[in-house]
């Protein structure tokens, strides 16, 4: 997994934005198409000093909308908290799983059904680094 850092120091960009929703389905003739600006920074990073991104790899988190290759964003601010989408090192290993508790103790939940969940015992090491707040992939 490659991690990259945010840089605080660079200003938003303001791309146009429609504010009118794109129509998946009937298009409303009423609809209002005034253009105004919207900073993807903004939108998707809450905490800019506490922020910085990964980049997935594989397929055991695909349940959540997270696929091989997708940019992951990560606040490190916020406490995890049962059913978040955290980034951990785990013995050593950097991992993306659903952090479930069962019995007062912590599990790694995968949302793939190929891939068991990690049930800590006393002699592993996790070290959550922060929760994923969005994920970035393609369609094409």
Request: charged share 20%; proline share 9%.
């Amino acid at each position: 997994m490659k991690l990259v850092p945010l840089i605080p120091e660079l200003k938003p960009v303001k791309y146009p934005y429609y504010r009118s929703p794109a129509a998946c389905g009937f298009v409303s003739p009423a609809a209002d198409y005034l253009q105004e600006t919207l900073s993807l920074d903004q939108l998707l990073i809450r905490h800019p000093a506490a922020t910085f991104f990964a980049r997935a790899q594989g397929q055991s988190m695909e349940g959540a909308g997270i696929f091989n290759e997708d940019i992951l964003i990560i606040d490190r601010s916020l406490t995890p908290k049962s059913g978040d989408v955290v980034i951990a090192l785990l013995d050593g290993e950097l991992i993306v799983k659903r952090l479930v508790y069962r019995e007062s103790k912590p599990v790694l939940q995968s949302e793939n059904p190929d891939y068991p969940p990690i049930v800590l015992d006393s002699e592993q090491n996790l070290d959550v680094w922060g929760v994923v707040t969005e994920v970035v992939h393609h369609l094409r």
